[in-house]
């Protein structure tokens, strides 16, 4: 059986950054991802002693920018914000010794589908130029998203990963709240399977007709669902989103430990 890498969306504080990680290695949690929703609170100082705690443990950090990045703005003075937003993450994550910096793309706007399609992907071309300019190790990576005017579909997620090489991440419960529970975990699996590694978020998910309202706590028969459809032969990594993501995580670890 593969190895699937399972831990929760949020770090915690500076101040108790280490303890958490100690916290999780002892439940055999092995990622992280750090929360910079509101921008990056890790300074540049602080950043060696948890990079080498979460190495020493062996958890995999990923960080998920702020939420209120849009590359397909109609104000150009966003767009470069929404830029800068992404590039500071990418900065204190390569000294964190991050692996993925996750960030949803952008809205749909006033113009066509085609044409967000087209500016996200010249936006996204931008910021892996700087971050090849700066030597940085770390990825980008564009997520799924669960409301339908938001973009973020499947097909638009495949085609900016093939056309730009960054990275994604599946989002199985956005999925099934944009497809409004209409769509099967096996579904996604299968739209996914030509590729090797698999960065995910997962969590409970309240939807309506416009796809996501909000997060809640993982129900332990979607996550036996969710977890018996995983292919074997990928490297994946699964990030949960609920309200309680490291009991959550625990959860899903016993179950696959289990299966």
Not at 71 to 86: A, D
Not at 208 to 218: I, L, M, P, Y
Request: with cysteine.
């Amino acid at each position: 059986m593969n190895k699937v890498k399972f831990g929760p969306a949020g770090l915690g504080s500076v101040k108790d950054a280490i303890k958490n990680l100690e916290e999780m290695h002892k439940l055999g949690i092995t990622a992280c991802e750090i929360s910079f929703t509101y921008g990056p609170y890790i300074k540049e100082e602080e950043c060696k002693k948890i990079k080498e705690t979460a190495e020493k443990f062996n958890i995999q950090l990923s960080i998920h920018a702020q939420y209120w990045i849009n590359l397909n703005s109609e104000e150009p003075k966003k767009i470069e914000m929404s830029k800068k937003r992404i590039l500071a993450c990418c900065k204190i994550g390569e000294l964190l010794g991050v692996k993925y910096v996750v960030f949803h793309p952008g809205y749909y706007g006033k113009g066509s589908k085609e044409k967000a399609f087209e500016n996200i992907k010249k936006n996204v071309l931008d910021i892996l130029k700087e971050i090849e300019k700066n030597k940085w190790k770390i990825k980008i990576a564009v997520e799924t998203m669960g409301k339908v005017n938001v973009f973020g579909s499947i097909e638009e997620i495949k085609k900016l990963v093939k056309e730009t090489g960054c990275e994604f991440c599946l989002d199985f419960a956005h999925l099934l709240a944009r497809n409004n529970g209409k769509m099967t975990y096996e579904e996604m699996v299968k739209e996914f399977k030509e590729f090797k590694i698999w960065n995910c978020h997962f969590s409970g998910i309240v939807y309506g007709d416009k796809g996501e309202k909000h997060h809640k706590v993982t129900p332990k028969e979607e996550l036996k669902k969710l977890l018996k459809t995983l292919p074997k032969n990928k490297e994946i990594t699964i990030i949960n989103e609920s309200p309680e993501p490291l009991k959550d995580s625990v959860e899903a670890l016993k179950i696959w430990e289990s299966s």
